[in-house]
């Protein structure tokens, strides 16, 4: 895959102008926002009605008419309603359901009865069965087949580990006398929509401290959730136990061993190109502020296992006229059992500079937060000495936990008087004052973001970097949907937000040129499974998606001309 000659195209609108449910587009289904609600309740009706045609003894839906995975929701079920017509429907004011829609409609319905919960506040009757062992009401998974989205990213989320039929829509099979009847096959489509509803409704009625109602939503998005394959039950059963957490009030621990979240990002390195995308970016808007330095110093904000930095030493080593002497300052959490982390990475660095023949220097420094470093401990020297670049990847957004943090921390980045200041941040906003937005925006970020991790398991075999770089995503979910105040860490905002964060701290932004953009297309090409992902150059910074969906952003910075 090439990107986009031109990074001023946009690839990613602003707004969509079929008016498509984002989520479900996603999932390869066609819905428009405006008729989530009508088409929720015509499943209900769609759903009562072939209920009542079992037992009545009609069978000209017993047949071997194959109902395939449609791309237009809404007229599927208008078209299944209407083969439907000679069964008496419930009028539509008698069914009862939670609006899901954004528009503005009378607030939802919500059960507070003390006795038993009434789960018809859920669209369909495939929440909340009376007659659970009627076989008509089976449901049987069929692959998706004509998905736009599905097609191009090789999975779309419903029903993707089953056979699809090679047969017309319509066509009927001639029938064999020794063989009953076979039941309606109808696909997970319905299930996955009320699945999406289904969570929303339950993140609202945990916004509205709802807690009753909630308890009862979050059993039964697992109960659905069971009936999706691939990227979406997985995505569904992380939101159905960070949901969990939060109602049940066990949260999530921080304080998980920070060896163990380094292993966990280990694997994310190394199953998808997010990471590579921003070390190659970043390293390469250093490499060019370091221009002509003799001697040049890196604070890195978040060393862990100092990946990012063999790549940028092997550049240095190769400038011409011969390489600058490197100091490297690497910053780290404590961790439990008192090891020295940062100066085992810091020894196996020095012996590449040695081997590529690259004057070498390393401090590391250990803190629990970076509120708790000043520019004095670094033994910053003067501009005309020493070039200096400070790094940070996904760390910034970590510090808006805490009330000032992150102003200290800019504020000891210009005492630092940098060449360049490189940020890497997930691009979308976790950040929001409303639970039900914050929720609504990490479902759909984390939707694409686990798609694309499908997509690039059918084409890489280790299984185990996979199943851990879920688990690494699953954490951040958790800490997003369950925790609040200072322990919700992963306050994830823009790249629009960023940018008017600095500039009001004095930080005037830096185009990263045509050989970041050049970096980052290389990489694609080079990486498997890259066909679904995108690179974007916006406003001077570099952007990476799954198809239309951005997901992180490379940005950089220097000081203001007053400061």
């Given at each position: 895959?090439?990107?986009?000659?031109?990074?001023?195209?946009?690839?990613?609108?602003?707004?969509?102008?079929?008016?498509?449910?984002?989520?479900?587009?996603?999932?390869?289904?066609?819905?428009?926002?405006?008729?989530?609600?009508?088409?929720?309740?015509?499943?209900?009706?769609?759903?009562?009605?072939?209920?009542?045609?079992?037992?009545?003894?009609?069978?000209?839906?017993?047949?071997?008419?194959?109902?395939?995975?449609?791309?237009?929701?809404?007229?599927?079920v208008q078209n299944m309603l209407t083969e439907l017509n000679t069964v008496d429907l419930p009028p539509e004011e008698s069914s009862t359901m939670i609006n899901f829609s954004n528009s503005s409609q009378p607030d939802p319905i919500i059960f507070t009865d003390d006795?038993?919960?009434?789960?018809?506040?859920?669209?369909?009757?495939?929440?909340?069965?009376?007659?659970?062992?009627?076989?008509?009401n089976k449901r049987t998974k069929l692959k998706s087949s004509g998905s736009e989205f599905g097609s191009a990213s090789g999975?779309?989320?419903?029903?993707?580990?089953?056979?699809?039929?090679?047969?017309?829509?319509?066509?009927?099979?001639?029938?064999?006398?020794?063989?009953?009847?076979?039941?309606?096959?109808?696909?997970?489509?319905?299930?996955?929509?009320?699945?999406?509803?289904?969570?929303?409704?339950?993140?609202?009625?945990?916004?509205?401290d709802n807690l009753k109602l909630a308890d009862a939503l979050v059993k039964h998005i697992v109960y659905l959730a069971v009936s999706q394959a691939g990227a979406m039950r997985k995505v569904a059963t992380y939101f159905a136990e960070a949901l969990a957490r939060r109602i049940y009030k066990i949260y999530p621990q921080d304080s998980l061993e920070p060896s163990y979240s380094d292993v966990l990002q280990m694997h994310f390195y190394e199953t998808c190109p997010y990471l590579k995308f921003a070390h190659f970016t970043a390293n390469q808007a250093i490499l060019e502020a370091f221009a002509g330095a003799s001697r040049v110093h890196v604070i890195d904000f978040s060393?862990?296992?100092?990946?990012?930095?063999?790549?940028?030493?092997?550049?240095?080593?190769?400038?011409?006229?011969?390489?600058?002497?490197?100091?490297?300052?690497?910053?780290?959490?404590?961790?439990?059992d008192n090891t020295d982390t940062l100066q085992q990475v810091g020894w196996k660095l020095a012996q590449l500079a040695e081997t590529i023949g690259v004057e070498f220097e390393f401090r590391g420094f250990v803190a629990n937060s970076l509120a708790d470093l000043d520019a004095s401990m670094l033994e910053i020297r003067p501009s005309e000495v020493e070039?200096?670049?400070?790094?940070?990847v996904f760390e910034l957004h970590r510090l808006l936990a805490r009330p000032g943090a992150i102003e200290k921390v800019l504020s000891s980045i210009k005492a630092m008087k940098p060449k360049i200041v490189t940020v890497v941040e997930i691009e979308s906003d976790h950040n929001g004052v409303v639970f039900l937005d914050r929720f609504n925006e990490a479902l759909h970020y984390y939707s694409t973001m686990f798609d694309s991790l499908?997509?690039?398991?059918?084409?890489?075999?280790?299984?185990?970097?996979?199943?851990?770089?879920?688990?690494?995503?699953?954490?951040?979910?958790?800490?997003?949907?369950?925790?609040?105040?200072?322990?919700?860490?992963?306050r994830?905002?823009?790249?629009?937000?960023?940018?008017?964060?600095?500039?009001?701290?004095?930080?005037?932004?830096?185009?990263?040129?045509?050989?970041?953009?050049?970096?980052a297309s290389m990489l694609l090409d080079l990486f498997a499974g890259g066909d679904g992902y995108r690179v974007e150059e916006t406003d001077g910074c570099l952007m990476l998606g799954w198809h239309m969906r951005p997901l992180i952003t490379t940005s950089a910075y220097q000081l203001g001309a007053e400061e």
């Open positions: 895959m090439t990107p986009t000659a031109t990074g001023k195209a946009k690839i990613w609108p602003e707004e969509d102008p079929a008016g498509m449910d984002e989520l479900l587009a996603v999932l390869g289904y066609k819905v428009r926002a405006s008729e989530m609600a009508d088409v929720a309740q015509k499943l209900e009706q769609l759903e009562m009605a072939m209920g009542t045609t079992m037992e009545d003894g009609i069978n000209h839906l017993s047949t071997d008419t194959v109902h395939y995975n449609p791309s237009d929701v809404f007229g599927w006795s038993v919960y009434d789960l018809r506040a859920i669209p369909g009757g495939a929440i909340y069965n009376t007659d659970s062992t009627s076989e008509g999975t779309s989320g419903f029903g993707t580990d089953t056979v699809s039929l090679p047969m017309e829509v319509g066509m009927v099979s001639p029938p064999v006398a020794a063989e009953p009847p076979r039941p309606v096959m109808v696909d997970s489509q319905e299930t996955g929509i009320r699945l999406v509803h289904t969570l929303m409704a339950c993140a609202e009625a945990v916004q509205q060393l862990k296992q100092g990946m990012q930095w063999p790549a940028l030493m092997q550049a240095l080593a190769l400038r011409p006229g011969g390489p600058p002497a490197f100091r490297l300052t690497g910053i780290g959490p404590p961790q439990p070039a200096v670049a400070v790094n940070s499908e997509s690039t398991g059918l084409t890489q075999f280790n299984h185990q970097d996979l199943v851990m770089s879920e688990v690494y995503l699953g954490r951040q979910i958790y800490n997003v949907v369950a925790c609040e105040g200072v322990d919700r860490v992963e994830h905002e823009t790249l629009t937000q960023w940018r008017t964060r600095l500039s009001s701290a004095g930080f005037d932004s830096v185009h990263l040129g045509s050989k970041a953009f050049k970096q």
